[in-house]
């Protein structure tokens, strides 16, 4: 199984970027799968997730109204749009997948597979 998350970058104050996380090698369909980040010294965190089927996302409130997940089973791809960045949002940016963890989703140990992060840096 792997997680390929890319589109990560600088990007000015105010500025959007869009990640993508390609995956392969298992059934994509059947698996939540969540976005996290982690900035210098400080832990990794739950930004969002969506459902298998995509009829559900879920957000923590410093990035809503700003990012959007979704996801095109078809192409096995989860994508997030990060919109209005601010250096807050600062951080490697995780993709990860989990089966029925409808109920954990922001808790990282819910998650079974991980994608090997993808850095945004922004510039004020």
């Known amino acids: 199984v792997q997680l390929q998350a890319s589109g990560g970058g600088l990007v000015q104050d105010g500025g959007s970027l869009r990640l993508s996380c390609a995956a392969s090698?298992?059934?994509?369909?059947?698996?939540?799968t969540g976005w996290f980040r982690q900035a210098p010294g400080k832990e990794r965190e739950w930004v969002t997730a969506i459902r298998r089927g995509g009829d559900g996302t879920y957000y923590t409130d410093s990035v809503k109204g700003r990012f959007t997940i979704s996801r095109d089973n078809a192409k096995n791809t989860v994508y997030l749009q990060m919109n209005s960045l601010n250096a807050e949002d600062t951080a490697v940016y995780y993709c990860?997948?989990?089966?029925?963890?409808?109920?954990?989703?922001?808790?990282?140990?819910?998650?079974?597979?991980w994608g090997q992060g993808t850095l945004v840096t922004v510039s004020s």
């Open positions: 990860a997948a989990g089966k029925s963890i409808l109920s954990s989703i922001k808790n990282i140990n819910a998650y079974t597979y």
């Open positions: 090698g298992l059934t994509f369909s059947t698996y939540t």
